[in-house]
Protein backbone atom coordinates (compact mmCIF):
# COMPACT_ATOMS: atom_id res chain seq x y z
CA UNK A 1 0.00 0.00 0.00
CA UNK A 2 1.48 3.12 -0.75
CA UNK A 3 1.88 6.39 1.71
CA UNK A 4 -0.80 8.36 -0.06
CA UNK A 5 -3.53 5.60 0.37
CA UNK A 6 -2.40 5.35 3.72
CA UNK A 7 -3.08 8.67 4.13
CA UNK A 8 -6.83 8.14 2.95
CA UNK A 9 -7.39 5.63 4.54
CA UNK A 10 -6.45 7.62 8.15
CA UNK A 11 -7.88 10.63 7.27
CA UNK A 12 -11.42 8.64 6.81
CA UNK A 13 -10.59 6.37 9.81
CA UNK A 14 -10.55 9.68 11.80
CA UNK A 15 -13.69 11.46 9.83
CA UNK A 16 -15.43 7.92 10.89
CA UNK A 17 -14.37 8.39 14.29
CA UNK A 18 -15.75 12.03 14.96
CA UNK A 19 -18.88 10.46 12.89
CA UNK A 20 -19.40 7.92 15.11
CA UNK A 21 -19.12 10.51 18.32
CA UNK A 22 -21.40 12.64 17.38
CA UNK A 23 -23.75 9.90 16.83
CA UNK A 24 -22.76 9.10 20.68
CA UNK A 25 -23.34 12.72 21.66
CA UNK A 26 -26.87 13.29 19.62
CA UNK A 27 -27.80 9.96 21.06
CA UNK A 28 -27.42 11.02 24.41
CA UNK A 29 -28.46 14.35 23.87
CA UNK A 30 -31.77 12.71 22.27
CA UNK A 31 -31.66 10.67 25.59
CA UNK A 32 -31.98 14.01 27.48
CA UNK A 33 -34.43 15.66 25.94
CA UNK A 34 -36.83 12.17 25.85
CA UNK A 35 -36.24 12.28 29.76
CA UNK A 36 -37.18 15.83 29.71
CA UNK A 37 -40.61 15.52 27.53
CA UNK A 38 -41.72 12.58 29.53
CA UNK A 39 -41.30 14.50 32.80
CA UNK A 40 -42.79 17.92 31.50
CA UNK A 41 -45.78 15.57 30.15
CA UNK A 42 -46.40 14.53 33.48
CA UNK A 43 -46.27 17.32 35.19
CA UNK A 44 -48.94 19.40 32.48
CA UNK A 45 -50.78 16.02 32.84
CA UNK A 46 -50.94 16.80 37.07
CA UNK A 47 -51.51 20.25 36.42
CA UNK A 48 -54.26 19.46 33.85
CA UNK A 49 -55.77 17.06 36.38
CA UNK A 50 -55.75 19.71 38.65
CA UNK A 51 -57.11 22.32 36.98
CA UNK A 52 -60.38 19.91 36.26
CA UNK A 53 -60.49 19.45 40.03
CA UNK A 54 -60.82 23.11 40.94
CA UNK A 55 -62.98 24.20 37.83
CA UNK A 56 -65.47 21.20 39.35
CA UNK A 57 -65.08 22.98 42.89
CA UNK A 58 -66.11 26.30 41.08
CA UNK A 59 -69.03 24.62 39.52
CA UNK A 60 -69.82 23.51 42.72
CA UNK A 61 -69.55 26.19 44.81
CA UNK A 62 -71.50 28.48 42.11
CA UNK A 63 -74.00 25.87 42.23
CA UNK A 64 -74.19 26.20 46.28
CA UNK A 65 -74.20 29.72 46.20
CA UNK A 66 -77.39 29.77 43.50
CA UNK A 67 -79.41 27.85 46.25
CA UNK A 68 -78.12 30.34 49.32
CA UNK A 69 -79.25 32.93 46.99
CA UNK A 70 -82.34 31.37 46.32
CA UNK A 71 -83.05 30.61 50.00
CA UNK A 72 -82.78 34.02 50.49
CA UNK A 73 -84.83 35.64 47.93
CA UNK A 74 -87.40 33.44 49.19
CA UNK A 75 -87.25 34.43 52.63
CA UNK A 76 -87.49 38.26 51.17
CA UNK A 77 -90.46 37.48 49.39
CA UNK A 78 -91.99 35.83 52.32
CA UNK A 79 -91.53 39.03 54.37
CA UNK A 80 -92.98 41.66 51.63
CA UNK A 81 -96.03 39.31 50.88
CA UNK A 82 -96.63 39.51 54.55
CA UNK A 83 -96.16 42.75 54.34
CA UNK A 84 -98.71 43.28 51.77
CA UNK A 85 -101.24 40.92 53.09
CA UNK A 86 -101.10 42.91 56.74
CA UNK A 87 -101.78 46.33 54.38
CA UNK A 88 -104.56 44.40 52.70
CA UNK A 89 -106.19 43.30 55.82
CA UNK A 90 -105.50 47.02 57.03
CA UNK A 91 -107.55 47.88 53.61
CA UNK A 92 -109.95 45.74 54.24
CA UNK A 93 -110.80 46.45 57.96
CA UNK A 94 -110.97 50.29 57.03
CA UNK A 95 -113.30 49.71 54.57
CA UNK A 96 -115.80 47.36 57.55
CA UNK A 97 -116.13 50.27 59.62
Known amino acids: MSVESQIVINKLKGHIEQIISKYEL ?26 KELEQKVEQ ?3 AEAFTATTEDVKEAKKKIG ?9 ISMLND
Do not use: F, H, P, W
Open 61 to 63: MQL
Open 26 to 51: ALSYNSSLKGQLDKITEELETKNNRI
Open 83 to 91: KIVKEIDKC
